[in-house]
């Protein structure tokens, strides 16, 4: 993922397996920050220097180290925060969502070692304490969630509504929805046409368009908007 400083478009910052790095040109260089792999970063809507950036473990090849950073001068430094996740042996990837309306409010899904949900981690202070909603309904499985594993170190999805920070989509192979602050969910689309139209399998994104405020979600099966 990359991100841009909106007061300074040449600085940029941007992750994935191979590490963390920063340019000051736009892109003609870049600086390594972190040689960690990473699976996701956000950036505060409301503080464009603050950013937070996911790390994670392969169990396949027992390599990396699940958690989550926080920077506050836009990738200069990092800090890793306590949020209580365990580096390695459980959690593989997270995904990580900020709500628009209350940056300090953050959600954390954690992938398990059967590509099923591990729990959701959330935080009203802006990352310094953090709470674990264990994964006790799997919403990352093909179905009702009474099932185990998934495909969530494949696809996975993460969303905030724009204007109510307990409204939370989650995507794997279905979408669900909460409106509790993430401690229940309802599915809100099947991968198959059992229950009548709906969106097709394996969510890889949820993305909200800033000046109509419509969802898309992308899937294996094309794009859908809401």
């Known amino acids: ?11 940029l910052v941007a992750c994935g397996t191979s590490g963390l790095y920063t340019s000051n040109n736009g892109g003609t260089s870049w600086t390594l920050k972190s040689d960690s792999l990473f699976w996701d ?22 390599e990396g180290s699940a958690g989550i950073y926080k920077s506050t001068d836009f990738g200069s430094t990092w800090t890793l925060l306590n949020t209580g996740i365990p580096q390695q042996g459980s959690v593989q990837r997270i995904k990580l969502a900020i709500a628009p309306s209350d940056p300090n409010t953050l959600y954390a899904a954690a992938v398990d070692v059967s590509s099923g949900l591990y ?4 935080t009203t202070d802006a990352g310094a304490n953090w709470n674990f909603l264990p994964g006790t309904i799997n919403y990352l499985s093909y179905d009702d969630g009474t099932a185990g594993g998934g495909q969530g170190t494949y696809d996975l999805a ?12 989650i995507g794997g192979v279905n979408v669900w929805i909460s409106t509790d602050g993430a401690q229940t ?3 809100v689309s099947h991968w198959t046409l059992s229950y009548g139209p709906t969106i097709h399998g394996d969510i890889h994104f949820i993305e909200r368009q ?8 992308c899937s294996d099966g094309g794009l859908y908007r809401t």
């Open 185 to 187: 969910f309802n599915p």
């Open 41 to 62: 970063l956000a950036q505060d809507p409301v503080h464009p220097n603050t950013l937070y950036a996911a790390t994670g473990w392969v169990q396949t090849l027992n």
């Open 1 to 11: 993922k990359i991100v841009i400083n909106p007061t300074n478009t040449n600085q």
């Open 119 to 122: 729990g959701i981690y959330t």
């Open 158 to 169: 993460l969303l905030v509504n724009p204007t109510d920070k307990n409204t939370v989509y």
């Open 210 to 217: 800033p000046l109509t405020n419509a969802i898309f979600t």
